[in-house]
């Protein structure tokens, strides 16, 4: 079923017909304050019920990456949307469909969520897998937010494996204080806690990527 | 570490008066202090010499910017393979009639019948295929469907505002709605958003997601917007701005407007042939 929509969002190398002649990216704006709420009695624009819980809480190897995100006062954030985006424990990237209307059953690797009131995020879902040799594994996160004219994006490192978070190309080319700002803490409960600040002290790494200007 | 104390769990989901969006002394600002400071920012672009395409995060007139934009630099990586994939979504996820939000309450919704269709491609005119798009916006008379909107407008029982749907194989993206009204906010005194079509994209790349907005030719609140203005290259804003265009325009029906939407570069080393044709 979810499995038979596998697709390549794939161009071929063609362009399209009669593209146009300036090719610079469109900019980003704000999310705004409107983009939506999905709670026990409805649904509205963005988030959606099922957006957070990428496995069942009832499954054996559900894991809750959770946290609150603040401003540069040290403030909670109560209107910011984040999307996770992750490999499966095996570190396979997945490819099936059906995040939007999940079946239960199928691990699609993405998850939505707007925070709370209190800037509270909490995903449900199976804990990555390195993405490679020599690479500790990660959630790629994006954040969205009234108040913050585009997105960001930070990885979440899971905190165990220290010789990995050692070797990790990236995190080696941060000063420790700011590397912090990028791995999650396993709580005694197993869950991993990782807050988001968007200004300050403890501000978060944010990445900028090659083509992608920020 | 320890987590910060949120034990206040049980929130009453309806009662949003988060002082947050309706600052008090937000509004002490008037139009005039939010223009100079515009063109504070426009003449220190106009000097730099440098060439930017995206909003500043750090933009004063947007006043809830002001606390909610980084400091440090973004750190500069090479994306690795989970970032250079993007989640899939099909026809499991949507609906053929989510493209057209003038058909999903009991009636017709009240406004100006509009179709906006474009293309979604990387910065190589490549076509991005099979992804989603989502929009959300304001009905007719600047309302949006949210208990934190407080502009005394009407709600539309027949709008909700808010579709989605696939690209096609030739990146292309099609929705029927309804023209979006202007409406107030609290930035400043007598501040008022331009009418404009939120949009939430996809790319092949994960590093390609993003948001943003789109907006109507001519609309005389552009110079006064301190969101649209962010993006202080003005070629850069008109990126924005959708195209009348006659030949969507439908008889008797609908009026037609033209938005493609560039990508930032995609960083996958394509592996498909060149032509399976
Ligand atoms: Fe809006």
New binding site residues.
């Given amino acids: 079923m979810a499995r038979e929509e596998l697709r390549t969002p794939v161009s071929r190398g063609r362009t399209v017909e009669n593209p146009p002649a300036d090719l610079t990216p469109t900019p980003g704006q704000t999310i705004?304050?409107?983009f939506g709420y999905a709670n026990a009695h409805e649904e509205v624009g963005l988030p959606y019920r099922g957006g957070p819980e990428l496995v069942s809480r009832a499954h054996p190897e559900a894991s809750r990456l959770h946290g609150q995100v603040y401003d540069g006062a040290g403030d909670v954030i109560p209107d910011a949307m984040l999307e996770i985006w992750q490999a499966d424990p095996q570190g396979r990237i997945p490819e099936e469909t059906g995040s939007l209307n999940r079946d239960g059953y199928t691990f699609t690797g993405w998850g939505r969520q707007a925070v709370d009131r209190l800037g509270t995020y909490s995903f449900t879902t199976l804990e990555p897998g390195a993405p490679g040799q020599g690479h500790a594994p990660y959630f790629l996160m994006v954040i969205f937010a009234r108040g913050l004219l585009n997105r960001l994006f930070t990885r979440v490192y899971l905190p165990d494996d220290e010789q990995a978070l050692a070797d990790d190309p990236l995190l080696a080319s941060l000063p420790a204080e700011r590397r912090r700002t990028m791995i999650a803490t396993r709580l005694d409960d197993g869950s991993l806690h990782h807050d988001i600040r968007l200004q300050g002290d403890r501000e978060t790494v944010f990445l900028a990527y090659p083509g992608i200007e920020s | 570490m320890a987590v910060e104390d949120h034990a206040e769990k049980n929130l009453d989901e309806e009662n949003f008066t988060a002082p947050t969006v309706t600052g008090p002394d937000a509004a002490a600002d008037r139009q005039a202090d939010i223009n100079r400071e515009v063109r504070q920012h426009q003449e220190q672009y106009r000097v730099s010499g440098a060439r930017e395409s995206q909003p500043r995060l750090d933009y004063a007139p947007y006043r809830s910017s002001v606390l909610r934009h980084p400091t440090k630099d973004p750190h500069h990586t090479d994306p690795e393979l989970i970032e250079l994939t993007s989640p899939a979504f099909g026809h499991r996820d949507v609906h053929d009639l989510e493209s057209d939000l003038t058909v999903q309450g009991g009636g017709e919704p009240i406004g100006e019948r509009i179709k906006i269709r474009g293309r979604v491609m990387d910065s190589a005119g490549r076509p991005v295929r099979n992804q989603l798009v989502e929009i959300?916006?304001?009905n007719a008379a600047g309302r949006?469907i949210h208990k934190r909107d407080q502009h005394p407008a009407p709600l539309d029982p027949n709008f909700t505002g808010v579709g989605r749907c696939l690209t096609g194989d030739d990146g292309s993206y099609e929705f029927t709605t309804i023209k979006?009204g202007p409406?107030p906010w609290k930035n400043h005194r007598n501040a008022w958003?331009p009418a404009?079509v939120?949009f939430s994209l996809f790319g092949t790349d994960f590093t390609q997601r993003m948001i943003t907005?789109m907006y109507f030719p001519g609309d005389p609140l552009f110079a006064l917007d301190p969101i649209y203005q962010s993006i202080v290259d003005p070629k850069a804003r008109e990126r924005l701005v959708a195209s009348y265009d006659h030949d969507v325009s439908e008889h008797e029906w609908l009026l037609g407007y033209t938005w493609d939407i560039v990508l930032g570069g995609s960083n996958r080393t394509w592996m498909e042939p060149e032509d399976e044709n």
């Fill in positions: 705004g304050p409107f | 959300w916006q304001a949006y979006p409406y958003r404009h939120h907005q």
